[in-house]
């Protein structure tokens, strides 16, 4: 398995990034990218989607100054919690062998008859209950001839609700 992470911690910045992904036949790809800039002065815990595949959670246990991303996993429920006691990114590139793997996504659900409807479910809490985090989520799985990109861009408020996510993007050859 090999893991390659990059994380920054930013007051206000924004960053482009590309990423390129070729796999071989044999190599399973995940790439995970959370960033959250808050609205208020408390820290606050989120929880998360996070693959499904055990082989990817370790590598999902990052810590960047005082904030933290790690995968719990219980018998009814498996997220990633995310510790921010500021504006932080977390960016995760994991790979493993062999294929195929288990491409699920925990806490993302189809919401009607199309499989473009989903809703993600996440739960935030803080000490200050006005406290809001606007949280852009990328989980992207790739295994040589399926790829698989859920994306979210949302502002989250303390407590737990579904938030609609941009059609997946899947890509079969």
């Not at 997220?79 to 960016?91: D, K, Q, R, S």
């Not at 698989?148 to 737990?160: E, N």
Request: net charge negative; hydrophobic share 40%.
């Amino acid at each position: 398995m090999t893991a390659l992470v990059v994380g920054s911690v930013a007051v206000s910045a924004g960053v482009g990034i590309t990423v390129f992904f070729w796999t071989e036949e044999s190599t399973t790809s995940m790439y995970y990218r959370v960033a959250v800039q808050i609205n208020g002065t408390s820290p606050v815990m989120l929880r998360l989607p996070v693959p499904g595949d055990p082989r990817f959670w370790n590598p999902l246990s990052v810590t960047i100054g005082a904030s933290s991303l790690r995968v719990n996993h219980t018998l009814t429920d498996t997220y990633a919690l995310l510790h921010a006691t500021g504006n932080v990114t977390f960016e995760v590139l994991s790979s493993f062998t062999p294929s195929p793997s288990n491409l699920s996504v925990s806490r993302i659900a189809q919401t009607g008859e199309s499989y473009r409807d989903r809703n993600a479910s996440i739960d935030m809490s803080s000490a200050d209950p006005g406290t809001t985090v606007a949280l852009t989520l990328e989980i992207r799985l790739d295994n040589y001839c399926y790829d698989l990109r859920y994306q979210l861009m949302a502002i989250i408020h303390v407590g737990s609700a579904q938030y609609p996510m941009e059609p997946p993007s899947i890509v079969v050859c």
